[in-house]
């Protein structure tokens, strides 16, 4: 199966907005609200920062929001940090009888 | 607090075979056998890979095209244990494989051990 398309690499500076984008297809991110986002720094786990499309797991920052629109979810990012810089990696759920999950193929968040 | 714990990770030769365990520890409210698990792998210096999926009791499982009739995931839910058995090894095979644990109620995965590495190689 085909990865999510993502853009290699992003950047902004302190206090700034950015949007990484994720897209798939009607049989992925278009079927269903299950996409979540995973922000991974070097050499670390990944962590869960959105789950079905918008949602947030407990102690993540309010800084971070996912939506959705057709076959393209993306995340937001404001109020850049430096902490911030890290890989992020888009999910989904792509039910079939034999396949669940499918990742994207992840962007370098730069913090200028 | 949930803690996963991969190990079995070693350097095998190409069309070799290789068994990953992941214990599992500190559920409370909800067992083991009450979360779905995965296998996600990472291969140097590229992104996240899906490999492997089953379902709490055991009953369900799903694989990736690229590893589907080479893999095996299973589950031991009497001492929280995950396992991957891998056949054929590949040097496309090389990776840190880690688990990971879905979330109760939908899907996503929220808790992840550090991975072990597998290396593919004569």
């Known amino acids: 199966q085909s990865a999510l398309t993502q853009p290699a690499s992003v950047s902004g500076s302190p206090g700034q907005s950015i949007t990484i984008s994720c897209t798939g297809s009607?049989?992925?991110?278009?079927?269903?609200?299950?996409v979540s986002w995973y922000q991974q720094h070097p050499g670390k786990a990944p962590k869960l920062i959105i789950y079905?499309?918008?949602n947030r797991p407990s102690g993540v920052s309010n800084r971070f929001s996912g939506s959705k629109s057709g076959n393209t979810a993306s995340l937001t990012i404001s109020g850049l940090q430096a902490e911030d810089e890290a890989d992020y990696y888009c999910n989904a759920w792509k039910r079939s009888s034999t396949t669940l999950y499918v990742f994207g193929t992840g962007t370098k968040v730069t913090v200028l | 607090e949930i803690q996963l714990l991969e190990s079995g990770g070693t350097l095998v030769q190409p069309g070799g075979s290789l068994r990953l365990s992941c214990a599992a520890s500190?559920?409370?409210?909800?067992?083991?056998?009450?979360?779905?698990m995965n296998w996600v792998r990472q291969a140097p210096g590229k992104g996240l890979e899906w490999v492997s999926g089953?379902?709490?009791?055991?009953?369900?499982?799903y694989y990736a095209d690229s590893v589907k009739g080479r893999f095996t995931i299973s589950r031991d839910n009497s001492n929280n244990m995950l396992y991957l058995r891998m056949n054929s090894l590949r040097v496309e095979d090389t990776a840190v494989y880690s688990c990971?644990?879905?979330?109760?109620?939908?899907?996503?995965?929220?808790?992840w051990g550090q991975g072990t590495t597998v290396t593919v190689s004569s």
């Open positions: 079905d499309v918008k």
């Open positions: 500190g559920f409370t409210f909800a067992g083991f056998s009450s979360y779905a």
């Open positions: 990971a644990k879905d979330l109760i109620s939908t899907w996503g995965m929220d808790v």
């Open positions: 009607s049989s992925d991110i278009g079927g269903y609200d299950y």
């Open positions: 089953i379902s709490g009791s055991g009953d369900n499982t």
